[in-house]
């Protein structure tokens, strides 16, 4: 298995808390990468361009696999079910639904979530008041079987996105309502016959008793969108060709070719 180009880390936990990231798109809304600062930025809607590197701050793998705000939001917004980690009293994490919150002009700001009372995170949040969310979009075995040229070695394509975050956690009973509310009303949005919490009458304020509500402040982020820029075009076709043919292959296949539209 080829490790050219991926950029997890083997431990992306600690290597996060090594070293802060920040978005700082590159050329206006539609193109952004991710390189390391030391200020703490928050997503913002005002785009400030990056005329050069400069100094070799800014390494090419990181520019490889850039990813596009908007792709990023709805990465986070389809596949919202993220781990929450924290290092308190060493690694702890939780795996939960989260849902975006967006500023007044609709940049990415933050997420809303809640915990169980009953899980032991929520004393260390407390207490640390930092978190790491991790989101994982679509991803994939790429064989080297579907290559015409066969020296090519398999590899894995994936889109990916980590946020450190400042965490608040909320108690009050209009908070929790505003967390569960705000979940359940996002998933079931558009459905036939959609539900809401208000039809649980007096059992909805018992169970919303058993959790605990939290908003979490981006402070800074990194993104990772591996998805063939870095092929050959003849390989690349074979890559496409290929997913078009494997079962499930589809959700690669429509960022792939989105990552890469200027060379299919």
Known sequence: MRSNGCRINCNPILAHFKQKFAWLPQNGPREGLFVPIETELRFRSTYRAIESAGGGWMSSQQTKYAARYEDVLAMVEN??????????QGLRATPLPLRPRLGASGELIGFIGHFARSNPQVEELRQAGRALLLFLGPHGYISASWMRDRTQAPTWNYMAAQFDCRMTMIDDAEGI????????????????????????GERAARLARGVVGFHADIISSRSVFK????ERDDVLADILLGLEREPGGEALLAPMKRYNARRI
């Not at 998805?227 to 870095?230: N, R």
């Open 177 to 200: 309502d505003d967390c569960l509310n705000t979940l359940i009303g996002s998933m079931e949005e558009g459905r036939p016959n959609a539900w809401s919490i208000s039809e649980m």
């Open 227 to 230: 998805l063939g820029q870095d």
């Open 79 to 88: 596949h919202s079910f993220a781990w929450v980690v924290s290092m308190a």
